[in-house]
């Protein structure tokens, strides 16, 4: 396992630090004036209803998008037009996509293999060994030389989530990961969700998923409107939300 086991309570560095980040589409603005510091090993998600900017924010994490005004530092590292520095960046952060964004032509042991050896150079048969601990580690050893289109939504999903693990990330984006699976499928990639959690991954997790914000989250985030507009530990998060708006989300999802 490349991601060392420390429990979140011994984790302290900000691995992410996002300072009055602005973004717009245009003349509309997506993002409003987000600040937030993510320590190493925390395990965050965010929640909001759709449109409120929840996919822009993680996606300016690994610069899938370009911000206009803040800061975004991701291990020391400050996101802005340089390459070298998007580069450095992304190598540290891997993201797992609603759709799972396999490479249909490729089995599931090249899917695994193929960053590894086209981004950072890895030997082959390093790049296979890497790949099939993952695929064991997301219990889908078994299914290494089938094709995405003969897995299910759930199987694929965890191939993705060790896909992303084969670049040794230290940080780990999920944008909605179970939210285009049929329901028996989601508990499955949830769990794989919460190993890593537990393993001290640090984490980002866009999901309505309140069952593992409870049981992972050191902080749940409901952005609505391009902001953050409340962050608390889950407990508290649940039972006693500040804001309206937050009350209003969670009568609609809970
Ligand atoms: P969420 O993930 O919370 O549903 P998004 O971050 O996807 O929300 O989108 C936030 C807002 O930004 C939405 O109003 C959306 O329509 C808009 N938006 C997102 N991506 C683009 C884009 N590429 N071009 C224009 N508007 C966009
Ligand atoms: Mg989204």
Same mark, same amino acid.
């Given at each position: $396992? *490349?991601?060392?086991?420390?429990?979140?309570? %011994?984790?302290?560095?900000?691995?992410?630090?996002?300072?009055?980040?602005?973004?717009?589409?245009?003349?509309?603005?997506? !993002?409003?004036?987000?600040?937030?510091?993510?320590?190493?090993?925390?395990?965050?998600?965010?929640?909001?209803?759709?449109?409120?900017?929840?996919?822009?924010?993680?996606?300016?994490?690994?610069?899938?998008?370009?911000?206009? &005004?803040?800061? +975004?530092?991701?291990?020391?590292?400050? !996101?802005?037009?340089?390459?070298? #520095?998007?580069? *450095?960046?992304?190598?540290?952060?891997?993201?797992?996509?609603?759709? @799972?964004?396999?490479?249909?032509?490729?089995?599931?042991? /090249?899917?695994?293999? !193929? *960053? =590894?050896?086209?981004?950072?150079?890895? =030997?082959?048969? %390093?790049? /296979?060994?890497?790949?099939?601990?993952?695929?064991?580690? +997301?219990?889908?050893?078994?299914?290494?030389?089938?094709?995405?289109?003969?897995?299910?939504?759930?199987?694929?999903?965890?191939?993705?989530?060790?896909?992303?693990?084969? $670049?040794?990330? #230290?940080? $780990?984006?999920?944008? /909605?990961?179970?939210?285009?699976?049929?329901?028996?499928?989601?508990? /499955?990639? !949830?769990?794989?969700?919460?190993?890593? &959690?537990?393993?001290?991954?640090?984490?980002?997790?866009?999901?309505?998923?309140?069952? @593992? *914000?409870?049981?992972?989250?050191?902080?749940?985030?409901?952005?609505?409107?391009?902001?953050?507009?409340?962050?608390?530990?889950?407990? %508290?998060?649940?039972?006693?939300?500040?804001?309206?708006?937050?009350?209003?989300?969670?009568?609609?999802?809970?």
């Amino acid at each position: $396992m *490349a991601v060392p086991p420390v429990p979140s309570a %011994e984790a302290g560095d900000t691995v992410i630090r996002i300072r009055g980040l602005s973004k717009w589409f245009g003349k509309f603005q997506a !993002l409003r004036d987000i600040t937030l510091d993510v320590r190493r090993g925390e395990r965050i998600v965010i929640c909001g209803p759709s449109g409120s900017g929840k996919s822009t924010l993680i996606r300016c994490l690994n610069r899938l998008e370009a911000h206009q &005004a803040g800061t +975004v530092v991701v291990d020391g590292v400050e !996101l802005n037009d340089s390459l070298k #520095n998007i580069g *450095a960046v992304r190598k540290d952060i891997g993201m797992v996509f609603q759709h @799972f964004n396999l490479f249909p032509h490729l089995t599931v042991l /090249e899917n695994c293999m !193929l *960053a =590894p050896i086209w981004a950072r150079k890895c =030997p082959r048969a %390093e790049a /296979e060994a890497t790949a099939r601990r993952f695929l064991e580690r +997301v219990r889908i050893g078994d299914q290494a030389s089938k094709y995405p289109g003969q897995l299910s939504g759930g199987q694929q999903q965890r191939v993705a989530i060790a896909r992303a693990l084969c $670049m040794a990330p #230290n940080i $780990m984006l999920f944008d /909605e990961p179970t939210s285009a699976l049929d329901p028996e499928m989601v508990k /499955e990639v !949830l769990d794989t969700m919460v190993e890593l &959690a537990k393993d001290g991954m640090t984490m980002l997790c866009v999901t309505h998923e309140m069952g @593992f *914000a409870r049981a992972v989250a050191d902080r749940v985030i409901f952005m609505d409107r391009g902001e953050i507009v409340e962050e608390a530990p889950p407990d %508290e998060f649940f039972s006693r939300p500040k804001s309206e708006r937050t009350r209003r989300f969670l009568d609609q999802i809970l």
